[in-house]
């Protein structure tokens, strides 16, 4: 996984076969392009894997968010400034699709993954916590 997203040290990683909103999922980063010292339109020179909570809060007290659109995310409040400024990948090997009417009790998951389970990133928009607290992020889905 480092090297295929740019990683200097490897994450601890544990196994995990499903992961739900509000739960701790790896993110990989750049430096937070606002903090002190970075040079303001410069790239990230290093990627970093941070744990972040799947369901974004641009506020301490707003509902967490799980997805944005990615037709809106630019303009949409609660996702511009991390549009802007904090982008991310959410690496996996996977996701599930549900299929049957919205709402049903039997709907049915499909488990969807690249050719050879080979590893890949999904897009991510995230926000860091308040003080001492893990920071939050929302998958970019079309």
């Given at each position: 996984?480092?090297?295929a997203?740019?990683?200097?040290?490897?994450?601890?990683?544990?196994?995990?076969?499903?992961?739900?909103?509000?739960?701790?999922?790896l993110?990989?980063?750049?430096?937070?392009?606002?903090?002190?010292g970075?040079?303001?339109?410069?790239?990230?020179?290093?990627?970093?894997?941070?744990?972040?909570?799947?369901?974004?809060?641009?506020q301490?007290?707003?509902?967490?968010?799980?997805?944005?659109?990615?037709?809106?995310?630019?303009?949409?409040?609660?996702?511009?400034?991390a549009?802007?400024?904090?982008?991310?990948?959410?690496?996996a090997?996977?996701?599930?699709?549900?299929q049957?009417?919205k709402?049903a009790r039997n709907?049915?998951?499909?488990?969807?993954?690249?050719?050879?389970?080979?590893?890949?990133?999904?897009?991510?928009?995230?926000?860091?916590?308040?003080a001492?607290?893990?920071g939050?992020?929302a998958?970019?889905?079309?």
């Amino acid at each position: 996984m480092s090297e295929a997203f740019g990683l200097e040290e490897p994450p601890a990683l544990q196994a995990r076969y499903n992961i739900a909103p509000s739960q701790p999922v790896l993110a990989v980063r750049g430096p937070d392009p606002q903090s002190p010292g970075a040079a303001p339109g410069s790239r990230p020179a290093v990627r970093s894997a941070i744990e972040l909570l799947w369901g974004l809060r641009s506020q301490p007290d707003d509902k967490p968010l799980i997805n944005a659109r990615s037709e809106t995310a630019a303009t949409r409040g609660a996702f511009r400034a991390a549009f802007a400024a904090r982008r991310c990948l959410v690496p996996a090997d996977g996701f599930y699709e549900w299929q049957g009417p919205k709402g049903a009790r039997n709907r049915q998951p499909f488990h969807l993954r690249l050719k050879g389970s080979a590893l890949f990133g999904l897009a991510g928009l995230w926000e860091p916590g308040p003080a001492g607290q893990p920071g939050t992020l929302a998958i970019l889905t079309t």
